[in-house]
C-alpha cells in the first residue's frame, strides 16, 4: 500500500509533506506534487502534514480522484525528486478551496 497525492495540490504545491518524508518519495512538477508508489513505504507521516487534505492512503482514496493513483506512478518517473520545503506559490492561497483541478495540472 502506498500514498497518493490528489487533485487539491495542484496550484497550491505546498511542501510540508516532503520535509517529513523519511524515504524521499516525493516528486516536484511545475504546480503539483507526487510520490512514488514503489519507493513509498506507507508511514503516514505526510498525510497529516498536508495543509490542503491533498494526500490519501492509496485504500481510501475517494472515488473522485481515482484517476490521481495512476497519475502520481506515471508523472514521478517524468519529474524531479524533492526533498526539502520550499516557500509555497504565491497565489496558493486562491487555489486551496477550488475543486476539481485536474484541468490546470501542468506536466
Avoid at 518524508?21 to 516525493?26: A, G, I, S, W
Avoid at 493513483?69 to 478551496?97: F, V, Y
Wanted: aromatic share 8%.
Amino acid at each position: 500500500m502506498t500514498f497518493i497525492v490528489g487533485d487539491s495540490c495542484i496550484k497550491c504545491k505546498l511542501t510540508d509533506c516532503v520535509e517529513v518524508c523519511p524515504v524521499d518519495c516525493f516528486y516536484e512538477g511545475p504546480n503539483m506534487l507526487v510520490i512514488n508508489p514503489d519507493e513509498c513505504i506507507d508511514c503516514a507521516l505526510c498525510e497529516p502534514e498536508c495543509p490542503v487534505e491533498a494526500i490519501y492512503s492509496e485504500d481510501e482514496v475517494p472515488a473522485d480522484q481515482i484517476n490521481f493513483i495512476e497519475l502520481n506512478a506515471e508523472l514521478c518517473t517524468q519529474w524531479p525528486n524533492i526533498t526539502e520545503m520550499k516557500d509555497a506559490p504565491k497565489d496558493e492561497k486562491e487555489w486551496r478551496e477550488v475543486k476539481n483541478k485536474l484541468k490546470y495540472l501542468e506536466r
